[in-house]
């Protein structure tokens, strides 16, 4: 895949990095210091800053993805005058959010009843939203610049490296609850600073231009006309990923929502492999649709579909396998709290599935909002939000922690369907092949098979037999069923130089 193999593979080392340091944090540090409530009370800030700083692009960032190798092209760095334009327009977003929280604050606290920490720690929110914003914003010009990498490295694995220390200072008593809280709503604001110093010293991007340019005279209607669109699209699509946390929140308390976000990110792991390729595949397909070259898009389509459901199925299947063990291991750690981590099990499982079907389309998503069809973008988000919030709303009110795990189960299936059917009338796209659908059959098998083994009383040693067993037998399926011979290339060469190293030294 060129540019998008060679890129994906180093930020994909940085994401999964990442994703080791953020499981100490929430596997290990926050449920040894923190009691449910306070780990309730930091998931519910960042999936409302993230949802509210995507407010606050107004749409910027879609427009940043879509135009700005138009403005490179025809203007250069010098004479570019989007970086501005749209820092504007992120301001103003910034500004209106806060005139309406400062007229509401009364409303919404009281509409956290059930939450009172969240309700009186509200306003550290703002801060949090403002210096995502900021980073979301150099972020799209980033990865215009094919800097993929280097913004993954922040925000997977920086942040994450941060919060560790905070956690830290919080376990030592060095800082308290509140001050905490108040360093945690800053977190962005270093990795917004370099970024911004990475992108000026690169020659390649500068925000001293505020004078209009014939490009945005003629390209503004467009523009305009694709934010709305789109924006309202990620908006809606962000909505419906983030309600549950509001629903939980609102209906059932911080305790459970620390419970469904270890569930949530322990079935994020599968996405390691879909940001990496999210942030790469942007700018490519964006130049592809303007070259009008199918054959490459097709391409992409295709590798995307075989790389991510070979990795989605590994991880799913490690995920599946050891579920068990991480709600042993986090009762055991979290003994002063009482343990109660049960309901992780059916969480993770009914939530892995949901990501592993949205790996297993590809980069549809990308290649709609990145084509002239990108209003379908928009389309798809809404009918997101219109299955997933009264879904939720309804099986959380029913079935509890699991009714809001099959709503996403439903919602994704539904969405990514109609993705995928958009792309095979529209465009005759259709990645799959015989190999998808036996690999996708003797892995379940395999799975099975593994979770069959005899379980020791010491889940440390149940983690390694089974995770081992998996990795051996999964192996041996990709190599001999070969459905995405890029991985299977990769792990070849990594265990060859590996082999050599070690060979040499001795």
Not at 25 to 48: C, E, H, T, W, Y
Not at 377 to 397: A, C, G, Q
């Amino acid at each position: 895949m060129g540019i998008i193999q060679k890129q994906g593979i180093k930020s994909s080392y940085f994401i999964f990095l990442g994703f080791l340091i953020g499981a100490i944090n929430l596997l290990v540090l926050f449920p040894m210091f923190f009691s449910k409530n306070d780990q309730g009370l930091v998931r519910a800030m960042i999936d409302i800053g993230a949802t509210l700083s995507v407010f606050c692009t107004l749409g910027t960032l879609p427009v940043v993805y879509k135009f700005y190798p138009f403005y490179n092209h025809y203007l250069g760095t010098n004479k570019n005058e989007l970086p501005f334009i749209t820092l504007m327009i992120n301001l103003l977003g910034f500004g209106i959010l806060l005139l309406i929280g400062w007229n509401n604050k009364d409303f919404i606290i009281r509409k956290l009843g059930k939450s009172p920490s969240l309700g009186y720690y509200f306003s550290y929110i703002y801060p949090y939203t403002f210096f995502l914003l900021i980073f979301y914003w150099l972020e799209a010009f980033a990865w215009g610049l094919h800097k993929g990498v280097t913004t993954n490295f922040l925000r997977e694995t920086v942040i994450r490296l941060l919060t560790t220390i905070l956690i830290i200072l919080f376990g030592v008593h060095w800082i308290d609850l509140t001050q905490f809280i108040g360093l945690f709503s800053c977190i962005y604001l270093l990795p917004m600073l370099y970024l911004l110093y990475n992108l000026i010293q690169s020659g390649e991007w500068s925000i001293s231009n505020i004078k209009m340019s014939g490009v945005t005279k003629r390209l503004k209607g467009r523009m305009v006309s694709f934010a709305l669109f789109v924006f309202a699209g990620q908006f809606f699509n962000l909505l419906a990923r983030t309600n549950d946390t509001f629903m939980i929140v609102g209906l059932k308390g911080l305790s459970d929502a620390s419970i469904f976000a270890i569930a949530t990110y322990v079935s994020a792991i599968l996405e390691i492999p879909q940001r990496s390729l999210t942030s790469i595949s942007i700018p490519i397909l964006a130049k592809s649709w303007k070259e009008k070259d199918f054959a490459n898009i097709k391409h992409i389509y295709h590798k995307s579909v075989s790389n991510l459901l070979t990795v989605g199925l590994l991880l799913f299947g490690l995920i599946w396998l050891n579920i068990q063990n991480l709600v042993a291991f986090l009762n055991w750690i979290s003994h002063k709290q009482g343990g109660g981590y049960d309901a992780l099990v059916n969480l993770a499982f009914i939530m892995g599935l949901a990501k592993l079907i949205d790996l297993a389309t590809g980069v549809n998503a990308q290649i709609i909002g990145t084509s002239n069809y990108w209003k379908f973008d928009f389309f798809t988000n809404v009918m997101f939000v219109i299955v997933s919030i009264p879904l939720n709303f309804y099986l959380i009110k029913h079935y509890d922690l699991t009714g809001l795990a099959y709503s996403n189960l439903i919602a994704y299936t539904l969405y990514n369907s109609v993705r995928f059917g958009f792309l095979y009338k529209k465009f005759n796209l259709q990645p799959y092949s015989w190999k998808h659908g036996l690999f996708l059959i003797i892995s379940i098998g395999l799975m099975l098979l593994v979770h069959q083994i005899p379980a020791p009383e010491s889940f440390v040693l149940n983690i390694a037999i089974q995770s081992t067993a998996y990795g051996i037998g999964f192996y041996f399926l990709t190599a001999w069923i070969n459905p995405a011979p890029e991985i299977l290339n990769y792990f070849k060469e990594f265990v060859a130089k590996q082999s050599a190293r070690l060979f040499k030294k001795g």
